[in-house]
């Protein structure tokens, strides 16, 4: 099982709708953090998950296209890719898409 969050909105989906979720914006949280029903003390206080970017993991043109910025730069330099501060989303993916050969 996996849980998400988003706009304060917490969801537990199995492996097989993470993809779905996480290409929709929605953030990984432990399951861990989801407040319960009972307990509202917990509310507003998620540990975010740190996605580790790997070349392990295959990308697809279209995840790559979808990511943000600061997700481009943390697997660009998981690739071994330089990033400066001039770095531009439109310039990562482009040279991410070069290294994984997509």
């Known amino acids: ?13 199995d492996e097989n709708a993470a993809t779905s979720y996480e290409r929709n914006g929605w953030a990984r949280v432990p399951i861990g953090g989801v407040p319960s029903v009972t307990s509202k003390m917990n509310i507003g206080k998620k540990e975010t ?7 392990e993991k295959k990308y697809t043109k279209t995840e790559i296209n979808r ?29 991410i898409i070069s ?4």
Not at 69 to 92: D, H, N, R
Not at 99 to 102: N, S
């Open 1 to 13: 099982m996996v849980c998400f969050e988003k706009d304060g909105m917490n969801f537990t989906v």
């Open 49 to 55: 998950v740190k996605e580790e970017f790997t070349e």
């Open 67 to 95: 990511m943000k910025t600061e997700e481009l730069k943390k697997l660009a330099e998981s690739l071994e890719i330089k990033v400066t501060e001039e770095s531009t989303g439109e310039k990562l993916k482009s040279e």
């Open 99 to 102: 290294e994984l050969k997509l």
